[in-house]
C-alpha cells in the first residue's frame, strides 16, 4: 500500500512538498513516480526515481522539481518550488515494475495554490 | 514527447454492449510499452492492461488490448455496470511518460 501525506494549500511561490509511504512489498525492487491529474492537463507524469538512485523528470517541470528515496524509511518524497496556480492538481504517487506500467497508487493528495 | 490521442471522447453504451475504445502515439511506442487503466470518481487510476495486451491481477478477461506501433485499442467485450468509467492509455518506452486525455464510458 502507498499512503500520501503533505500540505494541501499554498500561496504563490511556496513550495509544495509530498511523501508517500510504501507498506508491504519489496521497496527497493520498484521505481516510483509521482504523477499529477487536473482538468486542463489531464494525467502528467511529474518524474521517476529508479531502484539503482538514478531520477528521470518531465522536462516541462525539471527546473523546479526534486525527488528523493529513503531507503530507511521506505519512504519516497516529492518538491516542487514556486507553485503557481497551475501547478493546483490531484498529485499521486505510483510505483512499476522496471518494464512495467504504474500497478500501485497511492489515494492522491489534492493540492491548491491560491492567494 | 510522444502524444496519446484517445478516441472517441465519449462513449454511450448499454450494459451487455462491446466497447472498443482507441489510442493512438505520434510515433512508434517502445516495445509496446501501452498501457491501459480505469478511472472512477474519487478514485487513483487503476492499471487494467499493460505491455499493449497483458491483463493485470484481477482484471476479468472481458478486458483486453491490442495493437502495436502507433495504434491501440482496448476492448470491453460485454460491459457490466461496474465498467462504466474514464479509461486512460499510457506509454512507458519513452523517458517522458504520457498519459492519453481518456475516453469516459457512459451508460446510454
Known amino acids: 500500500q502507498l499512503h500520501q501525506w503533505g500540505a494541501g494549500l499554498l500561496k504563490p511561490s511556496e513550495t509544495l512538498s509530498l511523501y508517500c509511504d510504501v507498506y508491504g512489498g519489496s521497496f527497493s525492487t520498484y521505481y516510483w513516480s509521482w504523477i499529477r491529474q487536473s482538468p486542463e492537463k489531464g494525467l502528467e507524469w511529474i518524474g521517476e526515481?529508479?531502484?539503482?538512485?538514478?531520477?528521470d523528470y518531465n522536462p516541462s517541470l525539471k527546473s523546479r522539481v526534486t525527488m528523493s528515496v529513503d531507503t530507511s524509511k521506505n519512504q519516497v518524497s516529492l518538491k516542487l518550488t514556486s507553485v503557481t496556480a497551475a501547478d493546483t492538481a490531484m498529485y499521486y504517487c505510483?510505483?512499476?515494475?522496471?518494464?512495467?506500467?504504474?500497478?500501485?497508487w497511492g489515494q492522491g493528495t489534492l493540492v491548491t495554490v491560491s492567494s | 514527447e510522444i502524444v496519446l490521442t484517445q478516441s472517441p471522447g465519449t462513449l454511450s453504451l448499454s450494459p451487455g454492449e462491446r466497447a472498443t475504445l482507441s489510442c493512438r502515439a505520434s510515433?512508434?511506442?517502445?516495445?509496446?510499452?501501452l498501457a491501459w487503466y480505469q478511472q472512477k470518481p474519487g478514485q487513483a487510476p487503476r492499471l487494467l492492461i499493460y505491455?499493449?495486451?497483458s491483463r493485470a491481477t484481477g482484471i476479468p478477461d472481458r478486458f483486453s488490448g491490442s495493437g502495436s506501433g502507433t495504434d491501440f485499442t482496448l476492448t470491453i467485450s460485454r460491459l457490466e455496470p461496474e465498467d462504466f468509467a474514464v479509461y486512460y492509455c499510457q506509454q512507458y518506452g519513452s523517458s517522458t511518460r504520457t498519459f492519453g486525455g481518456g475516453t469516459k464510458v457512459e451508460i446510454k
Open positions: 505491455g499493449r495486451s
Open positions: 510515433q512508434s511506442v517502445s516495445s509496446n510499452f
Open positions: 526515481n529508479t531502484h539503482t538512485g538514478s531520477i
Open positions: 505510483a510505483r512499476r515494475p522496471p518494464l512495467g506500467s504504474f500497478d500501485s
